[in-house]
């Protein structure tokens, strides 16, 4: 790896912590401008407040330190997050961190699956379509990505569950393992497995739309290329020239893509978590906004973005990992 690369890397590493003050300052603004009282969602809803009385409200109110200007609040929430305490969620009833953490590793699997089997249909797809550049397949597959990409994620969730479940009965609409699981280690896989297949399908689409959309592209530019013509006048067979040499070399737009995608993949993990009730972050980000669970939705949105960070960071390596001449002199 390139010198210039393992610097930029180190430049980015410093840069993360700035970055995450940034943007929990901005959250936490706009969440002190949001009409939703912390204290109303604190003390359990309106009719409980209205049972205590204004004064015992506001006592509420200045214990939790609310009654302090958005900047002083902020201050104290970051003193305690550098100490490592992220707060209590009252609608969870557990420490912020206990409740994201208890969920993550749901939510990592989906996103893992999600990211795997968008990235292989559009290395696949987009292979079978740049040999048969031109042609009806090659203009249909791009008419049905556009398609495809322009339908909500709520909507082909909601397509799926009819299908599926409605109408063939033959995929669990929800949850993650069913109410009552089988018995036998074999069994409880195959039950989480028919239970993963929707949630992965439907998050994988909106990202291998895109993902395909820029490969074929780029396929099609590398085609064009003098190296091609040389591989070709070598004697290579076509199949060869194209995983070869265009593949590779058409990669690197991909990889930039999976990187800055990360936040829509966390974003649209939100809908198709909550549809459905897949019991990771998306879904808890959901009870968090519906509940005015302040607190709760900073953990998240402190550790989504850090997971963000690592991953445009992670997709800078491979860039610089899949073509050696890369380099970050200028940055």
């Known amino acids: 790896m390139d010198s210039s690369v393992k610097l930029y890397i180190k430049k980015r590493v410093i840069q993360i912590p700035f970055l995450l003050l940034g943007i929990t300052f901005l959250a936490f603004l706009l969440f002190s401008m949001s009409p939703t009282d912390p204290v109303v969602s604190y003390l359990g809803g309106p009719t409980v407040v209205q049972l205590m009385g204004p004064e015992k409200v506001e006592e509420v109110r200045q214990q939790l ?7 002083i609040r902020y201050e104290i929430w970051l003193s305690h997050i550098i100490q490592g305490d992220f707060g209590y969620s009252r609608s969870q009833n557990l420490p ?10 749901a939510s990592l ?5 999600a990211y795997t089997l968008a990235v292989s249909m559009s290395i696949v797809l987009a292979l079978s379509a740049a040999k048969r550049e031109g042609s009806f397949y ?14 909500p994620s709520f909507l082909i969730a909601l397509l799926m569950i009819y299908i599926f479940t409605v109408w063939l009965g033959v995929l669990p609409p929800a949850r993650m393992i069913s109410l009552n699981p089988p018995d036998g280690f074999l069994g409880q896989i195959k039950d989480f497995i028919v239970h993963l297949i929707m949630p992965v399908i439907t998050l994988a689409i909106a990202q291998f739309t895109v993902y395909y959309v820029y490969l074929r592209s780029a396929l099609s530019e590398a085609m ?3 190296y091609i013509t040389l591989a070709r006048a070598k004697g290579l067979s076509e199949r060869s020239v194209l995983y070869r040499h265009a593949l590779r070399n058409s990669l690197l737009p991909l990889i930039t893509q999976i990187g800055l995608s990360m936040p829509a993949i966390i974003g649209g993990g939100v809908v198709v978590e909550t549809l459905f009730a897949w019991p990771g972050v998306g879904n808890l980000t959901t009870l968090a906004a519906a509940g005015g669970d302040h607190q709760l939705m900073m953990g998240i949105l402190l550790i989504s ?3 963000v960070i690592i991953g445009n960071l992670g997709a800078d390596i491979l ?3 899949a073509d050696p001449r890369v380099t970050y002199e200028e940055v």
């Open 305 to 307: 973005s850090f997971l």
């Open 96 to 105: 912020v961190l206990d409740a994201i953490l208890q969920r993550l590793p």
């Open 65 to 71: 330190g609310l009654d302090q200007p958005f900047y």
């Open 319 to 321: 860039y610089a990992v």
């Open 109 to 113: 699997i989906l996103v893992f699956f």
């Open 138 to 151: 090659d203009h249909a597959m791009g008419a049905g990505a556009y398609l495809l990409y322009s339908t």
């Open 224 to 226: 064009q290329q003098m």
